[in-house]
DNA sequence: GCAAGGTC
């Protein structure tokens, strides 16, 4: 019986094929790039001892596209969104691989990553499969579920496979299948019109890094929340509030010290009503001391650590783009230094190793003497969990030492340490300190004030990237005793602008709306940079994102049009996808309904835009002129 | 020349 084993990526089939054969396999080169077959031998309990050839693909290996009639240019951009589609194959070498590996399977297993773009990509591999070998039908076409590389959990992935989600894949399908027609169309539509102008062409250079206007059912939410952020720091409008607060003073060993209290109520916008109660307080020359608290308080350690996390981490504390946070992630992944660095998952599997990992780091002059404390001393800590786990990789972890000296540069240093650091705090017990409240009564106010004491830093002392640190401390301050109130006073602020977006806060917006996946955020932020949508300025020393002209008169253009039931530039359409995806995995709906639907809608949008092209055209103008003159 | 999703 001969098994063929197909894994997403190299780095799997390498790692699986050492697990099940017990680190004996014969390897053979392939014509793909980084793809290599194993030869082994493995004993399947349902079907004895199998000749098994494990390999991989490099993700996805075919493409869809619209037939050549179709191309730019030879037919009307809406004709995409209903035109005919091809499938084609994108990775000739890796599709030759496995047909010819196939050729004598009597069986395929599939072990692509448990998550939907996996169960595609195992689809895309029994089509490659059956073009040599047609016995292989949904009979001996087996799926491995597995969500991470620990010994017996692969043992017992072999042993119990099931079958390839066929719901999933159509799911997959359906979501390509939208993304090209509406890209498509969109794009053609965006570049032919404003190539078309003649105002659109000159002032646009300064902007234009492509000459093309792309539309993407990520690109745009994207684009538009930067463009959201822009607006409200423009149009912001500072109020006036007022508030009282309160100074109490101390004499403790001889030494004056002021206590600042704050009012429960916070601030109000009416002053005359501010000004009635700070009346009422000021007849009162003392006040009352009504409550002393001290309780334990705790700083909790990290989660495990997510690709959103670290990218948004690396840009708060590296000042590195997400971009580049991922590439070096990437490389530190391919040396073997790290595991696999797109992932959503933010709790640790249970049989995994953990005083592993922390004992090959021990050898590290800076850290080292802290994985001995965690392994020796009795502070190792079992990991928080977090609620997300994306069923196909574990949490960013260190898998390997690596001296950062041997690292070729500073981001990859950086990168490498940061994740050793985390999941160092991960494995430790969070801070400790005692919160010290105290309630001041002033007339019929009440005011607190608070003192942080940091007892044990705990991961603090292995995590620099986060601070909590002890406040002055708070005299002692006796319940129901009177103090005589110093300096009370009624005070005006007033409300500040929000900041513009940063890269941090745009992952985290994008996360949280579905725009993009773990893989992919950091590509659409690229990607409307590179359009010329928007542009990276810092100032104060953070990098601010900030739209361009172009990326301005994009946003507002299709704002203006008033779409029915659907806006172009806001991430509901994409989350509303989602969940239609999700329908069809669970079989609620099919694919051909939900094409249906969303096709309707973005239909009707296109042809409103594509009347309008003036609306959109004018917007571009308006926004050139109001920067010419403002 | 168009998308977004995998992965190197």
Redesign the pocket.
Known sequence: MKILCVA????ISKAVAKILSGESTRTRKTRAK?IMNYDFKFNFPQYGLCDVTMTSV????T????PPEY???KCPPGRLLEAPTLEVV??QDVFKNIANEARTANILMIWT?C?R?GEF?GWEILQAARSTNTNLTSENVLRSQFSHLERNHILHAAKNPISLDLNAVKAVSC??EL??RV??SF??LL?DLF?KSSVANTSMDKDKK???I??????FPTLGFIVDRYLRVKSFISEKFWYISVDIKMENDGEVQLVPFTWTRGHFFDRLFVTLIYQDCIANPFGKITKVIRKPTSNWRPLPLTTVELQKDCARIFKMSAKDALDAA?KLY?KGFISYP?TETDQFPQAMDLKELIGKQSQDTRWGSYCSELLHEDKYRTPRGGKNDDKAHPPIHPVNYVNLSALDNDKLKKVYEYVVRRFLACCSDDAKGELNTVTLQWGKEEFTATGLAVIAKNYLNIYPYKKWESSKQLPNFIEGESRSITGGKMKEGKTSPPNHMTEPELIGLMDANGI?????IAE?IF?ITNRGYVVKTKQRGTEYILPSELGMGLIQGFDRIEFENISLSKPFLRKRLENSLQEIVDGRTTKEQVLREVIQLYRQAFVQSAQKGNILLQAYKDIIDSNNNP
Request: glycine share 10%.
């Open positions: 997403e990526k190299p780095s980084y490099v993700g996805h290996i493409n869809i596209d619209f191309s730019w240019g994108s990775q990553d998550d773009e990509i979501r390509m993304d090209l890209g498509a794009t053609r570049t190539r492509s000459n093309v792309s539309y993407g059912t990520c690109q990437e391919n797109r993009g996946t773990d893989a992919t659409h990607k």
